[in-house]
C-alpha cells in the first residue's frame, strides 16, 4: 500500500496550505480566516492550477457546466453553489455511492476537457485507476446495499434517537430557564452533545431540517459544510486540511509544525471548552464587518440567550453558557482524538509512511476509530456523538451513521484483501496519543504507522 509512484516524489499543490490559512498564526490579522474565505481561496488556486471557468465545476479533468442543475440537484444546491469554480472530483466521488447513476446524469451537463498538464493540477489523489481500493470498495459498498435491499439513509431507530435527543434538550433548557437549575444545564448539555452528533451526520446529507439541530449549539451548520465536510472530509490531515489550523498557533497538530509546551494539556480543555463561543464571536465579527451575511438559522443561538435571560435573568445566562460549555468540551474532546493523536498520520510524517494518493488508503491511516460498539445508534449519539465509526464516516459521509454498521464487513473484507491493517483503539489510548503529538519535542514526529502498531499486536498475541 506504500509503493512510490512518480506523483509521490512530487509536491501536489492541491495538498498545501492555502496562503491565508496560517495568517492568523503569523499574527497577520487578528482572527482565523472564515471558512467562505477558504472556500474562495481555494476555488482562486484551483482555477490558477486547471484552467476551470469560474461559473463551471471540474471533475475528473472535465468541465461541466451544471447552472441549470443547481435546483435540481437531489442533494440541494447548497453543495453546487460551494464547488462552483474548483475541482470537486474528490466531493463528487465520495458523496455519490451509486457513481454509475451520478456519472449518466453528469454525462449531460459535459463541456469540455481540459489538457492533460492541468486537468489534474487542482487534484489531491488519483481517481484514474479503476481498481483503486476506494473504487473498489465502493462499488462492493453499494452491492452490498442492493443486495441487501437497504439504503444509506436514515433507519427508523435514528429518527427515533434523534427525537429523543431534541426532546430531552428542550425539556432541560425549559429548567435552566424557568426554574436556574444547574443539573438541567447539565442535562441540556449531554443532550446538547448528542444533538451535535445528530447535526453532524445530517448536515454531511441531502437537505433536511433536522440538520439545523447543529445551530442550537455555538456553531453553524453552513460553515462546518465547508470547513469540515468540504474542507477536511476531503483533505483530511493534509496542509491544506482547514481544520488543522484552527487551533494554532496555541495547539499544533500537524508535524510540519512545532509541538507545544506541556502546559497544553491543561489549556487545551480551557480551550475547548470556550471554542464555540469564540466561533460564534468569530461570525458575528464577520457579519459585522460585512464580510459575510447573516444567516437565519444563526439566530438560534441568540434567541436561546434572550430567552433565558427573558425566563430567568442573568442566572439563567450563566447556566445556558454552562450549557454550551459542556457541550463545547465534550464534542471537541471526542471528535479531536480521532485525527489527532500519535496514530494518525499527518503531513509531515512521509519519512515514515509516503503519501497515499488513493483516497481510501490516505484517509484509513489518517483517521482512527473507537473500539467501541458499532451497532446502538443511542451509544453512537450519547456517548460518541457520531465519531465512533469515523473511518467508515469519512469514506462514506453520505451514508447515514445508522446503517455503518452494515457495510463495516464490507469494509474489513477490502482491507484484509488489498493488505491495509486496521485496528481500533479504546477513547484513553487516543486522549494520550493527543496529548503526546501536542507535546512533542522539536524534531519528533509522535507517529506510530498502522503497519507498526498491527505487527506489535501480532507478535504479542504469539
Known amino acids: ?44 488556486r484551483d482555477q490558477t492550477l486547471t484552467g476551470c471557468p469560474p461559473d463551471m465545476w471540474l471533475i475528473n479533468g472535465k468541465v461541466y457546466d451544471l447552472k441549470d442543475f443547481v435546483a435540481k440537484h437531489p442533494g440541494g444546491p447548497e453543495w453546487l453553489d460551494l464547488t462552483r469554480g474548483t475541482d470537486c472530483t474528490t466531493a463528487f466521488e465520495t458523496h455519490h455511492i451509486n457513481i454509475d447513476k451520478a456519472d449518466a446524469l453528469l454525462a449531460k451537463y459535459f463541456r469540455f476537457t481540459l489538457p492533460a498538464e492541468h486537468a489534474f493540477a487542482a487534484s489531491p489523489y488519483e481517481w484514474q485507476n479503476p481498481h483503486g481500493f476506494y473504487r473498489e470498495l465502493r462499488a462492493a459498498v453499494f452491492q ?12 427508523p431507530a435514528m429518527w427515533v434517537a434523534s427525537a429523543v435527543a431534541l426532546v430531552l434538550w428542550v425539556l432541560a433548557f425549559a429548567s435552566v430557564c424557568w426554574q436556574q437549575s444547574v443539573a438541567g444545564a447539565v442535562v441540556a448539555g449531554l443532550a446538547l452533545y448528542a444533538l451535535t452528533g445528530v447535526g453532524h451526520n445530517f448536515f454531511h446529507q441531502r437537505n433536511l431540517p433536522i440538520r439545523f439541530v447543529w445551530d442550537l449549539t455555538c456553531f453553524n451548520s453552513q460553515e462546518w459544510r465547508i470547513s469540515h465536510a468540504l474542507a477536511h472530509h476531503m ?25 507545544s509546551h506541556w502546559t497544553v494539556v491543561v489549556y487545551s480543555q480551557i480551550l475547548y471548552a470556550v471554542g464555540g463561543f469564540l466561533d460564534a464571536g468569530r461570525r458575528a465579527v464577520a457579519v459585522v464587518s460585512r464580510q459575510r451575511a447573516l444567516r437565519w438559522e444563526e439566530l438560534l443561538l441568540p434567541v436561546q440567550m434572550l430567552c433565558a435571560v427573558a425566563c430567568g435573568g442573568w442566572r439563567s445566562l450563566a447556566l445556558w453558557a454552562l450549557m454550551q460549555a459542556i457541550n463545547n468540551l465534550l464534542f471537541i474532546s471526542c471528535s479531536t482524538p480521532v ?73 474489513l473484507e477490502l482491507c484484509r484483501k488489498h493488505n491495509i491493517p486496521y485496528t481500533t483503539l479504546p477513547f484513553l489510548t487516543l486522549m494520550r496519543g493527543t496529548f503526546a503529538v501536542m507535546m512533542r519535542k522539536k524534531g519528533q514526529l509522535e507517529y506510530v504507522p498502522r503497519a507498526q502498531r498491527v505487527g506489535a499486536e501480532s507478535q504479542k498475541d504469539e
Open 339 to 411: 485525527h489527532r493523536s500519535s496514530y494518525s498520520w499527518t503531513d509531515g510524517c512521509q519519512e515514515l509512511l509516503p503519501d497515499q494518493l488513493d483516497f481510501g488508503v490516505h484517509t484509513i491511516h489518517s483517521t482512527e476509530d473507537y473500539d467501541a460498539d458499532s451497532t446502538s445508534v443511542l451509544k453512537k449519539l450519547f456517548v460518541y456523538a457520531s465519531f465512533n465509526d469515523h473511518i467508515l464516516h469519512h469514506l462514506f459521509p453520505t451514508c447515514d451513521l445508522s446503517k455503518q454498521h452494515v457495510i463495516r464487513p464490507v469494509f
Open 1 to 44: 500500500f506504500s509503493r512510490p509512484s512518480n506523483r509521490r516524489a512530487m509536491k501536489l499543490p492541491a495538498r498545501e496550505e492555502l496562503a491565508g490559512m496560517r495568517a492568523h498564526a503569523r499574527l497577520e490579522r487578528p482572527l482565523v480566516m472564515t471558512a467562505s474565505e477558504w472556500n474562495v481561496e481555494k476555488a482562486a
Open 235 to 259: 483533505l483530511p490531515n493534509l496542509s491544506s486540511d482547514y481544520e488543522v489550523v484552527m487551533a494554532e498557533p496555541f495547539v499544533r497538530f500537524a508535524r510540519t509544525q512545532p509541538g
Open 144 to 155: 452490498h446495499f442492493r443486495s441487501t435491499k437497504q439504503t444509506w439513509h436514515a433507519s
